[in-house]
């Protein structure tokens, strides 16, 4: 049988695939995913780039691809865009944590807190980040402005909320072994509520991650003379979709190894998040 079922719920049985895949090391599973990546992009070279089953001026082939990424380099405009779009997202990433982190405490910790930021938070998270994009063009102008606001917007929320969420899910069990054992309030934060906040924590900066990213590339998109959204969009609206996809792969590549940067802070600061998952 492939699932054995146990008193603690379904186990995935060590043979097959799964278990052949679970079984790889790092650079194991690196090599599968290098395997993956190569036959979709042989793929996609055959039918675009070769057999022709689709237009190349509006779905360009790796190939296509790879030199349009030549030509944003060479021509300096890779450059430039990706510099202003890197500080508009480091500088409103780092106020989401600034901001999320003691806010989202204050929520877990405080029962009025959360009932009177929540539902705002809640409401503001809900909300597409492309419907505050023309608020913020009016609140801060043309420039890097808007680009910071909308991504403060799109992670501060996860960080915040993911963080209330653990602190309060905290194990009453754990809560009440640290008070039989003589611990004080400050004990309980710092031994109990904390630790068990901190996988909500990281969960919380993995969607921040890709959600800031989506929200800088949208408040470029439209209204900015600068950064990868607007070299995307003037790319293709020249038919230069080479270069707008290859401008959309060093977003894509900025948005994955951002969030692997998390992941590996992660492993560092709390092994023991990672353990609990095998």
Do not use: H
């Amino acid at each position: 049988m492939s699932v054995l079922f146990a008193t603690g719920g379904p186990r995935v049985a060590r043979g097959g695939l799964a278990g052949w895949l679970a079984g790889l090391s790092t650079g194991g599973r690196a090599a599968v995913i290098a395997v993956e990546v190569f036959v979709v992009l042989l793929l996609w070279q055959l039918i675009v780039g070769y057999w022709g089953i689709i237009n190349p001026v509006f779905f360009p082939p790796p190939l296509a691809i790879a030199q349009g990424f030549a030509e944003i380099v060479a021509n300096g405009s890779l450059a430039a865009n990706a510099a202003v779009s890197a500080q508009a997202w480091l500088t409103g990433f780092t106020i989401a944590v600034i901001v999320g982190i003691p806010v989202g405490l204050l929520m877990g910790a405080s029962l009025p807190v959360d009932k009177v930021v929540g539902p705002i938070a809640w409401t503001i998270y809900a909300t597409p980040a492309i419907a505050y994009q023309p608020l913020a063009k009016a609140w801060f102008g043309f420039g890097i402005g808007p680009v910071i606001f909308l991504v403060v917007i799109s992670a501060l929320f996860p960080i915040m909320l993911n963080i209330a969420a653990g602190m309060r899910t905290t194990s009453p069990s754990l809560l009440r072994a640290a008070r039989v054992y003589g611990g004080s309030q400050l004990d309980l934060y710092r031994r109990v509520f904390l630790p068990s906040t901190v996988p909500f924590l990281f969960a919380g900066l993995r969607q921040a991650v890709v959600l800031a990213t989506i929200g800088m590339v949208v408040a470029e998109l439209s209204g900015s003379s600068s950064g990868m959204g607007a070299l995307i969009i003037r790319a293709a609206n020249t038919y230069q979709t080479d270069q707008a996809f290859a401008a959309i792969g060093v977003v894509v590549c900025w948005s994955v190894g951002m969030t692997g940067l998390v992941t590996l802070i992660e492993r560092r600061v709390a092994p023991w998040t990672r353990k609990a998952r095998r």
